[in-house]
């Protein structure tokens, strides 16, 4: 996790970033967050296994479901639980290649 949040930190110069609880719900200030964000980029580490990242995508889809890119890192999965109107990069794993990869396609206008 400490690699790909520095790996994350270097590719989103002057993006705020927040991290979703893995376990439980987001918090008042992630949904705040995402609220005003004009964009948001949402990692999904198999959302399916972990009820915090479920959680803050049924929050994103609810709350900014086209102004949020969903980059599934390690299970396509998770696919079915992004709404259409969802843009989702499958970066087809975790390795920081990959990452690098989507990051790079989702970051390069922001």
Do not use: N
């Not at 993006?15 to 967050?33: I, M, N, Q």
């Not at 009820?51 to 999965?77: E, I, M, N, Y």
């Amino acid at each position: 996790p400490a690699g790909v949040e520095a790996l994350l930190r270097r590719a989103s110069r002057g993006c705020a970033l927040a991290r979703a609880p893995v376990e439980g719900v987001p918090s008042a200030a992630l949904k705040a967050a995402a609220r005003r964000a004009a964009r948001v980029v949402f990692l999904s580490f198999e959302a399916r296994r972990f009820p915090g990242q479920a959680a803050t995508l049924r929050l994103l889809a609810k709350s900014a479901p086209r102004r949020t890119v969903a980059v599934l890192v390690r299970s396509s999965r998770d696919l079915d639980l992004c709404p259409r109107a969802m843009t989702v990069v499958d970066a087809r794993g975790y390795r920081a290649v990959s990452l690098q990869a989507a990051l790079s396609a989702v970051l390069e206008d922001a």
